[in-house]
């Protein structure tokens, strides 16, 4: 056994729990790779790797469940009428200074054919601003729309968090006051072998993979950022992804909803394309609480399954749009009640002493929406694809920047008619700023549109 002084519980610990082959190369190392490498493995709780093994042998027998009830679309005067009064009792909540938005934007851009964090993705179809101008920009709208200030937070990962930081620095935090960016990382965990044991990913660190974004909870309780807002009055957070740049950041219908129900966690959902889609649907389990079955585990026969009027039963699809009610997180995360990890059983890279090998091993992940099953009280509340769900997955075809940027234009056009603005015939790529409007009546109604072929209403 190697001995460090002030490490000693550490190396004990390694060695009780048989991960002694981390210190094959200590002999190699330098005095600083070694004390690199002695600082990851005291931050390692080896019991908890212990029982996250344990899942990998456990067999899961799932619950029943039949499709979630949710708020639909209005379509009657009454209906009209219910979504007014959840849009006032929003716009009062929000001018009230309760809410805030949390931004998910731990990803790499590599997927896409672009160095560097997602959020830096250039999006926009004629101004090519990235993801996270046009999020920020949407919350400065919302700011002087509702004349109040609206924190943000942002979860990086290891990989993409000093670079986002600089490039807010740089940007000086596209006019929001930068003591309510709140920008923290997501944790990390190891990932174990087919045996249970840590592996190495260089001679002097251990392979760890993020927690998944049900670890953004976690996140944002134990960086403080959970405190800060509580301590702001902040009581509503509005979660999303950072790579939907349709995404209605701070939408007073949903949170007037939210406040009427009376609801800890709300989720908004589209009807399914088709079948197949990718995205997991809400369910309601034989318990009787309300959560998401992802749509790999979603039998065929449910997922082709059809009603009376020969739609989808499970049609109401996640897509990662939330409001969490800040006590809640709060309890979840502090208490001794927690998101349960997932198994996913994966090619990892390990070092050798031949160099880098890949092997299959275990990684173990959260997910945000396990956290509906928590609530007592939750909402969902139907939303429209073409205005609301433009996700940047891929390089090319479905969820790409192409048709992202096509969803965006088509919507910006959509804004234009409805208030009666003539578009020139010339005009192929419309987008509209999100400081000149973020909702169809914020457009002036005097605009007049340029005879060219790409246009940016700013």
Same mark, same amino acid.
């Given at each position: 056994m190697?001995?460090v002084e002030g490490?000693q519980n550490?190396i004990e610990?390694?060695?009780?729990? &048989?991960?002694?082959?981390v210190f094959?190369f200590?002999?190699?190392?330098?005095p600083?790779r070694?004390?690199?490498?002695?600082?990851e493995?005291?931050h390692?709780?080896f019991?908890?790797?212990?029982?996250l093994?344990?899942?990998?042998?456990?067999q899961?027998?799932?619950?029943?469940?039949?499709?979630?009830?949710?708020?639909g679309l209005p379509q009657?005067p009454e209906e009209?009428?219910?979504f007014?009064?959840?849009?006032?009792i929003?716009?009062e909540?929000?001018?009230?200074g309760k809410?805030? @938005?949390f931004?998910?934007?731990?990803?790499?851009?590599s997927? =896409?054919?672009?160095?560097g964090?997602?959020?830096?993705l250039p999006?926009?179809?004629?101004?090519?601003k990235?993801?996270?101008?046009?999020? @920020?920009?949407k919350?400065?709208?919302?700011?002087?729309?509702f004349n109040?200030?609206?924190?943000w937070?942002?979860?990086t990962?290891e990989?993409n968090?000093?670079?986002?930081v600089?490039y807010?620095?740089?940007n000086?935090f596209f006019n929001?006051?930068?003591?309510?960016?709140?920008i923290f990382?997501?944790n990390?965990?190891?990932?174990?072998?087919?045996?249970?044991?840590?592996? =190495?990913?260089?001679?002097?660190s251990?392979?760890r993979?993020?927690? &998944?974004h049900?670890?953004s909870?976690?996140? =944002?309780y134990q960086?403080?950022?959970l405190s800060?807002?509580?301590?702001? &009055?902040?009581?509503i957070l509005?979660?999303?992804?950072?790579?939907?740049?349709?995404?209605?950041?701070?939408?007073?219908?949903?949170?007037g909803?939210?406040?009427k129900r009376?609801?800890?966690v709300?989720s908004? @959902?589209?009807?399914?394309a088709?079948?197949e889609e990718k995205?997991?649907v809400?369910?309601?389990?034989?318990?009787?609480?309300?959560g998401?079955?992802e749509?790999?585990d979603?039998?065929?026969e449910?997922?082709?399954?059809?009603?009376?009027? &020969?739609?989808?039963r499970?049609?109401?699809?996640?897509?990662?749009i939330?409001?969490?009610?800040?006590h809640?997180i709060e309890?979840?995360?502090?208490?001794?009640?927690t998101?349960?990890?997932?198994?996913?059983k994966?090619?990892i890279?390990?070092?050798s002493?031949?160099g880098?090998i890949?092997?299959?091993?275990?990684?173990?992940?959260?997910f945000?929406?396990?956290?509906?099953?928590?609530?007592e009280?939750?909402?969902?509340?139907?939303t429209?694809?073409?205005?609301?769900?433009a996700p940047?997955k891929?390089k090319t075809?479905?969820?790409?920047?192409?048709t992202a940027?096509e969803?965006?234009?088509?919507?910006?056009?959509?804004?234009?008619?409805?208030k009666n603005?003539?578009?020139?015939?010339?005009?192929?790529?419309?987008?509209?700023?999100?400081l000149?409007?973020?909702?169809?009546?914020?457009?002036?109604?005097t605009?007049?549109l340029?005879?060219?072929k790409?246009?940016?209403?700013?």
């Amino acid at each position: 056994m190697i001995y460090v002084e002030g490490y000693q519980n550490t190396i004990e610990k390694v060695y009780r729990t &048989g991960n002694e082959h981390v210190f094959a190369f200590w002999d190699a190392l330098t005095p600083d790779r070694q004390k690199h490498l002695l600082q990851e493995l005291s931050h390692i709780n080896f019991e908890e790797l212990e029982n996250l093994y344990a899942l990998t042998k456990k067999q899961v027998i799932p619950m029943g469940f039949e499709p979630a009830p949710f708020t639909g679309l209005p379509q009657t005067p009454e209906e009209r009428k219910d979504f007014d009064n959840a849009r006032a009792i929003g716009i009062e909540t929000i001018k009230n200074g309760k809410v805030a @938005a949390f931004v998910v934007a731990g990803g790499q851009g590599s997927r =896409l054919g672009f160095d560097g964090p997602k959020g830096m993705l250039p999006i926009g179809p004629v101004s090519n601003k990235t993801l996270f101008q046009i999020h @920020a920009e949407k919350i400065k709208a919302y700011e002087k729309k509702f004349n109040v200030e609206i924190p943000w937070c942002i979860m990086t990962s290891e990989a993409n968090h000093d670079a986002t930081v600089e490039y807010f620095e740089k940007n000086k935090f596209f006019n929001l006051n930068k003591d309510n960016v709140f920008i923290f990382t997501q944790n990390m965990i190891p990932s174990l072998d087919e045996n249970g044991k840590l592996i =190495l990913e260089t001679p002097y660190s251990i392979f760890r993979n993020p927690d &998944g974004h049900g670890g953004s909870l976690t996140a =944002l309780y134990q960086s403080g950022t959970l405190s800060k807002l509580m301590d702001m &009055g902040i009581e509503i957070l509005s979660y999303f992804q950072v790579d939907n740049p349709l995404v209605r950041i701070i939408d007073p219908v949903f949170i007037g909803f939210h406040v009427k129900r009376n609801a800890e966690v709300s989720s908004k @959902a589209l009807k399914k394309a088709y079948p197949e889609e990718k995205i997991g649907v809400f369910v309601k389990f034989s318990n009787g609480r309300i959560g998401v079955v992802e749509y790999s585990d979603l039998p065929p026969e449910k997922q082709n399954e059809k009603d009376e009027h &020969g739609n989808l039963r499970y049609l109401a699809g996640s897509i990662a749009i939330h409001l969490f009610n800040t006590h809640f997180i709060e309890n979840i995360t502090k208490g001794n009640v927690t998101l349960p990890f997932h198994v996913a059983k994966k090619s990892i890279p390990k070092y050798s002493p031949e160099g880098k090998i890949h092997i299959t091993g275990y990684k173990f992940e959260k997910f945000v929406f396990d956290a509906l099953p928590l609530t007592e009280h939750n909402f969902i509340l139907e939303t429209k694809r073409e205005e609301e769900f433009a996700p940047v997955k891929n390089k090319t075809g479905v969820d790409s920047v192409e048709t992202a940027q096509e969803l965006m234009i088509n919507l910006y056009t959509q804004w234009l008619i409805q208030k009666n603005i003539p578009i020139p015939k010339v005009v192929e790529k419309i987008e509209i700023s999100p400081l000149c409007a973020v909702e169809p009546d914020d457009v002036p109604a005097t605009l007049l549109l340029p005879q060219q072929k790409e246009v940016y209403i700013s």
